[in-house]
């Protein structure tokens, strides 16, 4: 079998640096097999071996130096290659698309700095489930091809054979492979594992690849594996087997007429979507605290009140990328690697936190704020290059017996009103929310005053929530949502009686992963409705809290209505106990025939409303007959479409670390996942026309990235009581990154056009002076370089920054 072919024997070891061990054994693991490959090359001139994760040469380089040493001279010689180019191997559906940029533009530039070399090939062998976008921040990154092994045949029958041209929503492509049977080999003789790769490879090929060696828990290739490549290769009249690298295979096989893919490779493990809600927040958390920093510490160092924190922030993103390795990210490691992560991630998040923090209290401190009688200022800072209209909450330790006002810098009075305070303490403590309105990435100063807050209230019954814009009407019996109408156009969103199942309880006895799994549709109850009440009701905002039960757990949803608001943001606490099950949190519709999208890394994807769980990240819309509707969420990446239905997957309880074939024995001793109290929002926009209407992308981004509020004192300085330092124009091209340049020279701005239409942007870039105009093809990311010398032109970058 196989005679006249050749077949790139790739020496490789996956390594899992967490998954059934802590990274401490993961740690060693990489040392152990990076000295195993130096001695099998000393045994075996040809041999050569290939791995990914460039994290892994950084733990060398710190533990061994001496290894590193002759890592590096094998570099240099071409039989040690270096692929993937990332920082890890991450889980390629759930980080934001800004966390894949980051993946390379770290791992890239450390291979540059240390070897001269950037690698070619991306390389995602384990990871479970790719998204759309990558063909695209893969190319922009210096990487041409990429290699993966799942989905697998059997789980994705339409990819176009194992060898195909992989190509994104913006037309880049990469030449990709789907590695033939497994990445991983046994420890001895290769003939088995030759046999079952050739069988699910096209028979009438002449170039392919094998991926070899010992892994997982690292190891790589054998001396038996080396030793069964030169006894089978050409044997009995069967094919040439080399010792290789991807770049040769790859050479081999470029054809401009191969096939097209165009989309995301799915589906594996579905439950990975949904699996340890605690990561998944962590993550998003993290991932948004370290984009607001950046944008601050930026805005910070051009006005020379802060040196730019290019090495705590590249601390942190380097700390966050490792935690995105496909096992921790996808929530099926043991439990304890769970401690290790929430340590990590906590680290990288109060460093952003830190810098963030100094950035606007400097810029603060700077502000020209006058003196005024028995009165206290606020500053309001908007972390997003557009304007900002949104409540603000503001703890603080000053209230008078007759109430507060509070005014702008022009001396126009600002819609205030108190809510609850955090503390339960008798004491002067209090909280206030108001409507604030501040420019793109920018701020402005209002004032607290003594005296009356101002008069008004929304339109608010035991179960309705109105406003210009917006009505919401809960059904008092089921807690579920009877009426959602969009005003302007009269539409009314939700579905009809009847069909309003809201917080569904499925079961689910799938492993860890969620193997097998195409719906989570075996429905096992609903939460029942045990209260509905007004929570709260002012000038600002109104708002009504649902309470409900199943079995032992408790979900209690606070549906949040502002005075101007065009969506209802719902405030959930839930308080699981359930095992071997999974919650739906339901969005049921009155939309016929809809079209169903939802948002990816960098983009967005319409799918097909089949009821199938899908990934995503911050919202997902139905739109159909000139109206839609649009979930948004700040933690969650699980989700179906039915018809016109939206569901988020909120939690599932499977056993840690359990993976089919096993079954769990009655009475067994296990412990079960996501068992206890957790908090997230959703936001829910009716809307006309489509999600480019409602302006989806931008109110996904304001619920991730909030205002932030800070009490201020009186004291003189340069700045005015409000300013803006970028505006992208709020249209499709949305500016997601400002941060100080690698190479430390002047700034970078990174933007992508969000509608899938091409758009000519205008960027201005007050804070140094500048306008940025370009031309963006639909669905396209662009860098760009701001030198703080204004003689100095915006040039245009690829993800790198070279």
């Given at each position: 079998m196989g005679a006249g072919k050749r077949l790139?024997?790739?020496?490789?070891?996956?390594?899992?640096?967490?998954?059934?061990?802590?990274?401490?054994?993961?740690?060693?693991?990489?040392?152990?097999?990076?000295?195993?490959?130096?001695?099998?090359?000393?045994?075996?001139?040809?041999?050569?071996?290939?791995?990914?994760?460039?994290?892994?040469?950084?733990?060398?380089?710190?533990?061994?130096?001496?290894?590193?040493?002759?890592?590096?001279?094998?570099?240099?010689?071409g039989r040690w290659q270096v692929v993937g180019g990332w920082w890890i191997e991450p889980d390629c559906n759930i980080p934001s698309g800004e966390s894949f940029v980051r993946q390379g533009l770290y791992g890239q530039r450390w291979l540059r700095d240390r070897f001269g070399i950037t690698a070619t090939t991306g390389a995602n062998l384990d990871s479970f489930g790719h998204n759309a976008s990558l063909p695209q921040i893969l190319r922009r990154s210096g990487l041409d091809s990429y290699v993966f092994l799942r989905p697998k045949p059997e789980e994705n029958a339409v990819l176009p054979g194992p060898l195909f041209w992989w190509e994104a929503a913006d037309g880049s492509r990469v030449l990709a492979y789907r590695i033939p049977h497994e990445y991983c080999a046994?420890?001895?003789?290769?003939?088995?594992?030759?046999?079952?790769?050739?069988?699910?490879?096209?028979?009438?090929?002449?170039?392919?690849?094998?991926?070899y060696g010992v892994g997982n828990h690292g190891g790589g290739p054998t001396r038996a594996n080396l030793d069964s490549i030169a006894r089978l290769n050409g044997a009995d009249g069967g094919p040439r087997l080399e010792l290789s690298s991807l770049r040769s295979f790859f050479d081999a096989v470029a054809d401009d007429d191969l096939p097209v893919w165009r989309g995301e490779l799915q589906y594996h493990s579905?439950?990975?979507?949904?699996?340890?809600?605690?990561?998944?927040?962590?993550?998003?958390?993290?991932?948004?605290?370290?984009?607001?920093a950046e944008k601050w510490s930026a805005v910070a160092a051009a006005l020379g009140v802060q040196k730019y924190p290019l090495r705590e922030l590249t601390e942190a993103w380097q700390l966050l990328l490792f935690n995105q390795f496909h096992d921790t990210l996808a929530g099926t490691s043991i439990e304890p690697a769970y401690e290790d992560a929430r340590d990590q991630i906590g680290h990288a998040s109060s460093l952003a936190s830190l810098a963030f923090n100094r950035a606007v209290q400097s810029i603060a401190r700077c502000i020209d704020i006058p003196a005024g009688d028995g009165t206290r200022p606020v500053v309001v800072f908007n972390p997003h290059p557009w304007r900002l209209r949104a409540d603000v909450e503001l703890e603080y330790n000053w209230l008078t017996s007759d109430g507060v006002r509070l005014v702008d810098a022009d001396g126009g009075a600002v819609p205030l009103q108190l809510t609850r305070s955090l503390t339960t303490m008798s004491s002067n403590r209090a909280r206030l929310v108001f409507s604030a309105d501040v420019p793109p990435l920018g701020y402005r100063v209002y004032t607290i005053h003594p005296g009356g807050a101002a008069d008004g209230r929304l339109a608010t019954a035991s179960t309705t929530l109105e406003n210009e814009h917006v009505l919401v009407e809960i059904d008092p019996?089921?807690?579920?949502?009877?009426?959602?109408?969009?005003?302007a156009s009269g539409e009314d969103v939700a579905a009809p009686a009847g069909r309003r199942a809201h917080a569904v309880v499925v079961e689910d006895v799938s492993d860890t992963w969620g193997h097998g799994v195409t719906a989570y549709d075996d429905v096992a109850g609903e939460f029942e409705c045990v209260s509905v009440r007004v929570l709260e009701r002012g000038p600002v905002r109104a708002a009504i809290r649902v309470e409900s039960r199943y079995g032992e757990s408790r979900l209690r949803e606070d549906h949040v209505l502002s005075a101007d608001g065009r969506h209802v943001d719902v405030h959930v606490v839930l308080d699981w106990h359930e095992r071997l099950k999974l919650l739906k949190l339901r969005y049921p519709t009155s939309i016929e025939s809809p079209r169903a999208t939802a948002e990816t890394p960098y983009g967005h994807l319409e799918r097909e409303p089949n009821g199938h769980e899908e990934p995503g990240q911050s919202w997902v819309d139905v739109s159909g007959g000139g109206r839609g509707l649009a979930v948004l969420n700040d933690a969650k990446h699980g989700f179906d479409m039915r018809g016109g239905d939206i569901g988020i997957s909120a939690v599932r309880s499977p056993v840690w670390a359990w993976h089919d074939p096993r079954e769990l024995e009655p009475g067994?001793?296990?412990?079960?996942?996501?068992?206890?109290?957790?908090?997230?929002?959703?936001?829910?926009?009716?809307?006309?026309?489509?999600?480019?209407?409602?302006?989806?992308?931008?109110?996904?981004?304001?619920?991730?990235?909030?205002?932030?509020?800070?009490?201020?004192?009186?004291?003189?300085?340069?700045?005015?009581?409000?300013?803006s330092y970028v505006a992208d124009g709020g249209g499709g091209v949305v500016v997601t990154v400002l941060k100080g340049a690698e190479d430390g020279d002047g700034f970078v701005l990174r933007a992508y056009e969000s509608s899938g239409r091409a758009a000519d942007a205008v960027i201005d870039v007050p804070l140094l002076g500048r306008s940025i105009e370009a031309p963006f093809g639909p669905s396209e990311i662009k860098t760009f370089r701001l030198p703080r010398d204004p003689a100095e032109p915006v040039v245009e970058l690829d993800l790198l920054e070279l």
């Open positions: 790139h024997m790739i020496g490789n070891a996956h390594i899992d640096p967490v998954w059934l061990w802590q990274w401490p054994e993961g740690y060693q693991e990489v040392r152990a097999t990076f000295r195993s490959a130096i001695e099998r090359m000393e045994e075996y001139p040809d041999f050569v071996f290939t791995h990914t994760s460039v994290l892994f040469l950084q733990w060398v380089e710190e533990s061994e130096p001496e290894l590193f040493e002759q890592i590096r001279a094998r570099i240099a010689e046994p420890r001895d003789d290769l003939g088995d594992h030759v046999e079952r790769s050739l069988a699910t490879l096209p028979a009438d090929a002449s170039e392919l690849a094998v991926f579905p439950g990975c979507y949904t699996t340890h809600s605690g990561i998944k927040r962590w993550n998003r958390r993290a991932e948004n605290l370290l984009q607001r019996a089921s807690g579920t949502i009877a009426r959602l109408v969009h005003k067994g001793d296990f412990e079960y996942m996501d068992q206890g109290l957790q908090q997230f929002r959703i936001r829910l926009v009716p809307h006309a026309g489509d999600w480019r209407a409602a302006g989806v992308v931008r109110l996904a981004a304001e619920l991730e990235q909030p205002a932030v509020a800070l009490l201020e004192s009186y004291h003189r300085g340069t700045l005015g009581p409000a300013a």
